[in-house]
């Protein structure tokens, strides 16, 4: 008996550590690379941006950037829709090779927009079109003036380009994160990141 119960120990000893090291079901496969007879994983990281609010002297300079940052977040969810509508409308014209097809495809697009966002859009702030015009060069790579062109014309594009001088503002604005639109991109990014 005694012998019974030390051989049910030593099997009970022998397995269960065996257990302790099998691998589960909840395994992750990942990528890896030898280097010098080691195995070492790759792990990819997403891209981590780290803001601080911006530092303010004065009064004046807080109002400015507080207004900058609401003006930004009220267009932003514009300038992404018209990113994603360019994309949506370029596939569209590529497949289209008939001239007068694509100027239908167009004049329908631009009443839709119209009825959707028209009162919405003519509601902005001055301030807030000349910074709509800068995100949405932002999201499309191109120009307002660019898209106006490459969809209606030259002529159709020099001539809101003119109507948008008379009231101050430039079609041809391109977006610049590096230096005049930094402080632009820093309020993006943040919105993008959820942190404002």
Do not use: C, H
Request: glycine share 6%.
């Amino acid at each position: 008996m005694i012998i019974m119960k030390r051989f049910i120990y030593i099997l009970f000893i022998s397995i269960f550590p065996l257990s302790i090291f099998a691998q589960g079901k909840d395994s992750v496969v990942v990528y890896a690379r030898v280097v010098d007879g080691d195995t070492l994983p790759i792990i990819p990281l997403k891209e981590v941006y780290i803001f601080s609010y911006k530092v303010v002297k004065n009064k004046r300079q807080a109002k400015r950037y507080s207004k900058l940052v609401r003006n930004v977040k009220k267009v932003y969810p514009y300038a992404k829709l018209a990113g994603l509508k360019y994309r949506e409308y370029e596939e569209i014209l590529i497949n289209t090779p008939d001239k007068k097809e694509r100027k239908k495809i167009m004049k329908k697009a631009e009443d839709e927009l119209k009825e959707e966002y028209g009162e919405d859009l003519k509601k902005l702030t001055f301030s807030q079109g000349k910074i709509l015009i800068k995100l949405i060069s932002r999201e499309t790579g191109n120009s307002s003036y660019e898209m106006v062109q490459d969809f209606r014309g030259r002529f159709v594009a020099f001539w809101w380009q003119a109507f948008a001088k008379i009231f101050g503002y430039n079609l041809k604005t391109d977006y610049d994160p590096e230096g005049e639109d930094q402080e632009i991109e820093w309020i993006v990014r943040m919105i993008e990141n959820g942190q404002i």
